[in-house]
Nanobody, 123 residues
Framework: QVQLVESGGGLVQAGGSLRLSCAAS????????MGWFRQAPGKEREFVAA????????YYADSVKGRFTISRNNAKNTVYLQMNSLKPEDTAVYYC????????????????WGQGTQVTVSS
C-alpha cells in the first residue's frame, strides 16, 4: 500500500519558518515528480511547488517564489518544503503529491496524495 505522510506543520508567527516533510512508503518515487499543494479555508486548492525526479528542476507558484524551497532525498523517498518568511496568507492545509503524469500544476495529474498537514501563520 502506497502512502504519503506529511509532517512538520504547526503554528508559527509571521516572518517565521517551517519545514514540511513528506515520507513515501510502499514504492519508490525516485523516478517520479513530486510536489506540494495547499488549501486554505474557503478557498480552492492551489499548486505550491513541484520537483522533478532528479531534483534538477523545480517549479513554484508566484505567491511563494523566493520564500519556499522544494527539495528531495531519493534515498529516503522523501520530499521537503522549506518555508521562510511566512505570511498569514500561507495558512492552509498542505498536501504532498507524487507521480506526476503531465501538468505538474494540476492536482489530478498526480497518482498519489497525502492526507495533509496544517500550517497556521499568525499575524
Amino acid at each position: 500500500q502506497v502512502q504519503l505522510v506529511e509532517s512538520g506543520g504547526g503554528l508559527v508567527q509571521a516572518g517565521g519558518s517551517l519545514r514540511l516533510s513528506c515520507a513515501a512508503s510502499g514504492r519508490s518515487f525516485s523516478s517520479a515528480g513530486m510536489g506540494w499543494f495547499r488549501q486554505a479555508p474557503g478557498k480552492e486548492r492551489e499548486f505550491v511547488a513541484a520537483i522533478s525526479w532528479s531534483g534538477g528542476s523545480t517549479y513554484y507558484a508566484d505567491s511563494v517564489k523566493g520564500r519556499f524551497t522544494i527539495s528531495r532525498n531519493n534515498a529516503k523517498n522523501t520530499v521537503y518544503l522549506q518555508m521562510n518568511s511566512l505570511k498569514p496568507e500561507d495558512t492552509a492545509v498542505y498536501y504532498c503529491v507524487a507521480d506526476a503524469r503531465g501538468n505538474y500544476k494540476l492536482w489530478d495529474e498526480y497518482d498519489y496524495w497525502g492526507q495533509g498537514t496544517q500550517v497556521t501563520v499568525s499575524s
